[in-house]
């Protein structure tokens, strides 16, 4: 299942996989404010606005 790694934000998780790649969850939109709808939560994109919490995967966190 991988380990929480970082909470760039509240409402925004990323999870370090076990094959080694970066997981971004967007349970709860930090722009609009609204929770996030199960199936994008994973996707890291919120249903709502648009917003993509993948933009806050740092280089450091990226996967190369
Ligand atoms: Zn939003």
Known sequence: ???LISK???GVEIWD???GTKLVLLVKC???GKENWAPNVARGICSWCGYDANELLTS????Q
């Open 1 to 3: 299942m991988g380990k």
């Open 8 to 10: 760039p934000t509240p």
């Open 17 to 19: 996989e076990d094959d």
């Open 30 to 32: 930090p722009k609009c």
């Open 60 to 63: 450091k966190t990226r996967e």
